[in-house]
């Protein structure tokens, strides 16, 4: 009986992991192609105008690319994600390269319609616990179709 209990505990195990990994397939799936910044802000200060208006972030794959303009010139940043969507609202986690050096990130996400809200902070600082930007960086994609 106790064989049993083991082998039964360990396919609901298996069962919720595939379950696990396939939502996170679907969230990423959802992600993938080309989005425009509707608004962006960190630490409770909105960003620049023309940062928002330029910004385009283009995810292909586990990999995603943001590009701005800014008063100093081009803004570009790329990143490799993992997305956990069993917590709610979701977990993203993303090691950043940007200016030769690269940056662990934690957050969490949630799609409104065609629009993807995500909150995100350094690996030091704590994945945020709502979607704020006292705690992070806050920022509203919208999807470009196609």
Do not use: N
């Not at 989005?35 to 208006?53: A, H, L, N």
């Not at 590009?67 to 993303?94: C, M, N, Q, W």
Request: hydrophobic residues 35%.
């Amino acid at each position: 009986m106790r064989g049993f209990l083991i082998v039964l505990s360990l396919a609901m195990l298996a069962g919720l992991v595939h379950a696990a990994d396939e939502a996170a397939k679907k969230d990423q799936e959802r992600m993938q192609g080309e989005w425009i910044m509707v608004s962006g802000e960190s630490q409770g200060q909105p960003f620049p105008d023309r940062f928002v208006k330029s910004a385009k972030r283009v995810v292909e794959g586990d990999t995603y690319t943001v590009t701005a303009e800014t008063e100093d010139g081009p803004y570009s940043v790329k990143a490799r994600f993992k997305l956990d969507p069993t917590h709610k609202p979701g977990h993203i986690d993303a090691t950043t390269s940007a200016d030769g050096g690269e940056s662990k990130l934690v957050g969490i996400y949630e799609f409104k319609g065609d629009e993807l809200h995500i909150c995100m902070a350094t690996a030091e600082a704590g994945r945020p616990k709502e979607f704020s930007s006292s705690q992070g960086t806050l920022v509203i994609w919208k999807k470009v179709k196609k």
